[in-house]
């Protein structure tokens, strides 16, 4: 091997690594933007979702949690999420520890990506909180049939949706 070659191999391996601490020090939302803008830039599908129980200052938390299945608007699908309603956006599907059931949306979108908004029980969050700190969740379903009626509300789906069950 000549010492131009290694000289490469070398300067590849340190920013292989720069990169990697970068990554690990970014924290986890970043590295799921960073996640999200690789697969869009790679024309790639994959899985997002945008967790509005939990937001920033300024949002208003919701007791659901909406998942954009193998899209290739991925990056924007987190961006919309942080910069609309200030939530939790990252990589793959909703979390799916205390889902009572969801929607599956019937919207046509233009990469053939599916739509589902799964709706939790939040009252574990709000007791965590206290009477004092909890969040004012909107519409807050409590059951399936609560659900159901979430799901057949065209006010909220203009284009229907239907019960879906986790």
């Given at each position: 091997?000549?010492?131009?070659?290694?000289?490469?191999?070398?300067?590849?391996?340190?920013?292989?690594?720069?990169?990697?601490?970068?990554?690990?020090?970014?924290?986890?939302?970043?590295?799921?933007?960073?996640?999200?803008?690789?697969?869009?830039?790679?024309?790639?599908?994959?899985?997002?979702?945008?967790?509005?129980?939990?937001?920033?200052?300024?949002?208003?938390?919701?007791?659901?949690?909406?998942?954009?299945?193998?899209?290739?608007?991925?990056a924007?699908?987190a961006?919309d999420?942080?910069?609309?309603?200030?939530?939790?956006?990252?990589?793959?599907?909703?979390?799916?520890?205390?889902?009572?059931?969801?929607?599956?949306?019937?919207?046509?979108?233009?990469?053939?990506?599916?739509?589902?908004?799964?709706?939790?029980?939040?009252?574990?969050?709000?007791?965590?909180?206290?009477?004092?700190?909890?969040?004012?969740?909107?519409?807050?379903?409590?059951?399936?049939?609560?659900?159901?009626?979430?799901?057949?509300?065209?006010?909220?789906?203009?284009?229907?949706?239907?019960?879906?069950?986790?």
């Amino acid at each position: 091997m000549g010492l131009a070659s290694s000289l490469r191999s070398t300067r590849a391996a340190l920013i292989s690594r720069s990169f990697a601490l970068l990554l690990v020090s970014a924290g986890c939302d970043a590295l799921g933007s960073v996640a999200l803008e690789a697969t869009d830039f790679a024309g790639a599908k994959a899985d997002a979702h945008c967790d509005r129980r939990f937001v920033s200052d300024g949002g208003q938390p919701a007791a659901f949690c909406q998942e954009v299945v193998a899209t290739v608007a991925g990056a924007e699908f987190a961006d919309d999420c942080r910069a609309k309603h200030q939530a939790s956006a990252d990589p793959g599907l909703c979390p799916r520890a205390k889902i009572i059931a969801g929607c599956k949306l019937h919207k046509h979108n233009d990469d053939d990506s599916l739509v589902w908004d799964w709706y939790y029980d939040v009252s574990a969050i709000v007791a965590e909180a206290g009477p004092d700190g909890a969040p004012t969740f909107d519409s807050v379903p409590r059951n399936v049939a609560d659900v159901t009626r979430l799901c057949a509300d065209p006010s909220r789906y203009e284009e229907g949706a239907e019960l879906a069950l986790p």
